[in-house]
């Protein structure tokens, strides 16, 4: 199974479809916050995709929730903005967060930075700011042989 992983679109809606349409097995579309519109822009075009968000910093007046939990193909994932657990000046509390969920995967955007890393038995992915021309976003392989992160240039 694979997951398109983005963040932080500001507006962007050109380049998010781009990373929609640069990976059409994608099954799952995981938007980490400050870009509720694009998503929802996202969800009604591809309805054949399950398309999830959640509310960042700048995501105002959102109802969407501040973390997702949820399983894919066997594991666990839990996506964040991450303003709410300091993601900026550490990633402990959204670590010990993701940990006592049980989750395998932890996603969270906020900081514009990409970054793969594992710890602990856990897969961590910032995919970075969609936002212009050198934009990133991640993708997340789930297989029989284990979880595979990469970050993506646009």
Same mark, same amino acid.
Not at 13 to 26: E, I
Not at 87 to 111: F, M, P, Q, R
């Given at each position: %199974?694979?997951? +398109?992983?983005?963040?932080?679109?500001?507006?962007?809606?050109?380049?998010?479809?781009?990373?929609?349409?640069?990976?059409?097995?994608?099954?799952?579309?995981?938007?980490?916050?400050? @870009?509720?519109?694009?998503?929802?822009?996202?969800?009604?075009?591809?309805?054949?995709?399950t398309v999830l968000?959640?509310?960042?910093?700048?995501?105002?007046?959102?109802?969407?929730?501040?973390?997702?939990?949820?399983?894919?193909?066997?594991?666990?994932?839990?996506?964040?903005?991450?303003h709410e657990y &300091?993601?900026?000046?550490?990633?402990?509390?959204?670590?010990?967060?993701?940990?006592?969920?049980?989750?395998?995967? +932890?996603?969270?955007?906020?900081?514009?930075?990409?970054?793969?890393?594992?710890?602990?038995?856990?897969?961590? %992915?910032?995919? &970075?700011? +969609?936002?212009?021309? @050198?934009?990133?976003? @991640?993708?997340?392989?789930?297989?029989?042989?284990?979880?595979?992160?990469?970050?993506?240039? +646009?």
């Open positions: %199974m694979r997951i +398109l992983v983005v963040s932080d679109t500001h507006g962007d809606f050109y380049s998010f479809n781009r990373a929609v349409l640069a990976q059409p097995t994608a099954e799952v579309i995981i938007h980490l916050g400050d @870009g509720e519109e694009q998503a929802e822009d996202i969800r009604s075009i591809y309805t054949n995709k968000n959640v509310r960042g910093n700048c995501d105002w007046c959102s109802s969407s929730p501040l973390y997702i939990l949820r399983r894919f193909a066997d594991k666990t994932v839990f996506a964040t903005h991450g &300091g993601v900026k000046y550490s990633l402990e509390t959204a670590i010990k967060h993701a940990l006592d969920n049980s989750a395998d995967i +932890l996603l969270y955007g906020h900081t514009h930075i990409p970054l793969t890393d594992y710890r602990d038995g856990l897969y961590i %992915m910032n995919p &970075g700011s +969609l936002r212009g021309s @050198g934009g990133t976003y @991640g993708i997340v392989d789930i297989t029989n042989a284990g979880i595979v992160t990469n970050i993506i240039k +646009l």
